[in-house]
């Protein structure tokens, strides 16, 4: 299985405390992986587990569940940070943290095909990263304001997005803010995609999967319909 070479990638990133499904941490995971389900139904490429304060066992169990929910529609599911946990749950690859273990040391252990992305937050990174090789992706945050950050975090904008789109020989995606409405500038700008938590969330009442579905769908059809218009020019996300 590989991912799309024709249309610009859509990321799902995982974030379970968003999520309002009862009392019960139970309650909560399956809610999850429900939303898993739908983003991946909905066109959704990637899903990364962001579940930083799980112990491993539980990481493990929800990655494996997600595999399952994900396997049907063909999405790749990844694995925030723990790329010990993503080996054991047999996951499509890890997306690395600054404190996480250099790329080229996880790319020596990993098997053949798994995926090596990292989050960068400015140009001089995202260059001193790409140089050094083992990556397959980038993901470039926070662009725009958003809640998965604290109030007045300081954000990158889209000029900064085209800068190191241009300048790394390696895929782009972009994160933090991004609405429906937002998608057609980020590939105008260069990315190979995008990445999203909030624009995959249900509202209150609502069922996570489904909810997930519909905006994975309409995310779909936005980012599609802006390549389709010549807004990128070739897609960085040929190398995944």
Same mark, same amino acid.
Do not use: W
């Given at each position: 299985?590989?991912?799309?070479?024709?249309?610009?990638?859509?990321?799902?990133?995982?974030?379970?405390?968003?999520?309002?499904?009862?009392?019960?941490?139970?309650?909560?995971?399956?809610?999850?992986?429900?939303?898993?389900?739908?983003?991946?139904?909905?066109?959704?490429?990637?899903?990364?587990?962001?579940?930083? @304060? !799980? $112990?491993?066992?539980?990481?493990?169990? /929800?990655?494996?569940?997600? +595999?399952? #929910?994900?396997? &049907?529609? =063909? %999405?790749?599911?990844?694995?925030?940070?723990?790329?010990?946990?993503?080996?054991?749950?047999?996951?499509?690859?890890?997306?690395?943290?600054?404190?996480?273990?250099?790329?080229?040391?996880?790319?020596?252990?990993?098997?053949?095909?798994?995926?090596?992305?990292?989050?960068?937050?400015?140009?001089?990174?995202?260059?001193?990263?790409?140089?050094?090789?083992?990556?397959?992706?980038?993901?470039?945050?926070?662009?725009?304001?958003?809640?998965?950050?604290?109030?007045?975090?300081?954000?990158?904008?889209?000029?900064?997005?085209?800068?190191?789109?241009?300048?790394? @020989? !390696? $895929?782009?995606?972009?994160?933090?803010? /991004?609405?429906?409405?937002? +998608?057609? #500038?980020?590939? &105008?700008? =260069? %990315?190979?995609?995008?990445?999203?938590?909030?624009?995959?969330m249900p509202m209150t009442g609502e069922d996570?999967?489904?909810?997930?579905?519909?905006?994975?769908?309409?995310?779909?059809?936005?980012?599609?319909?802006?390549?389709?218009?010549?807004?990128?020019?070739?897609?960085?996300?040929?190398?995944?």
């Open positions: 299985m590989s991912l799309p070479r024709h249309r610009p990638l859509l990321c799902l990133v995982t974030d379970r405390a968003r999520l309002r499904a009862g009392t019960g941490a139970g309650a909560v995971t399956d809610a999850l992986v429900a939303l898993v389900g739908g983003a991946a139904r909905g066109g959704v490429d990637l899903i990364q587990i962001r579940e930083r @304060d !799980l $112990p491993a066992r539980d990481l493990l169990t /929800l990655v494996e569940r997600s +595999l399952d #929910a994900a396997r &049907e529609a =063909g %999405a790749r599911v990844i694995v925030n940070d723990r790329a010990d946990v993503a080996m054991a749950a047999g996951a499509h690859g890890v997306h690395l943290r600054a404190d996480s273990l250099a790329a080229p040391r996880v790319r020596a252990l990993a098997p053949p095909g798994f995926l090596v992305g990292q989050s960068v937050h400015g140009e001089a990174e995202a260059l001193a990263l790409a140089a050094r090789g083992g990556l397959d992706y980038l993901m470039l945050g926070p662009l725009f304001d958003t809640l998965s950050k604290p109030q007045g975090h300081s954000t990158l904008g889209l000029d900064l997005l085209a800068r190191v789109a241009r300048l790394v @020989d !390696l $895929p782009v995606l972009a994160i933090g803010g /991004l609405t429906h409405e937002r +998608l057609a #500038a980020i590939v &105008e700008k =260069g %990315a190979a995609g995008a990445a999203a938590i909030g624009l995959f996570p999967g489904a909810a997930a579905q519909d905006a994975a769908r309409r995310a779909r059809a936005a980012i599609d319909a802006a390549c389709a218009a010549g807004r990128s020019g070739t897609l960085s996300g040929d190398r995944l």
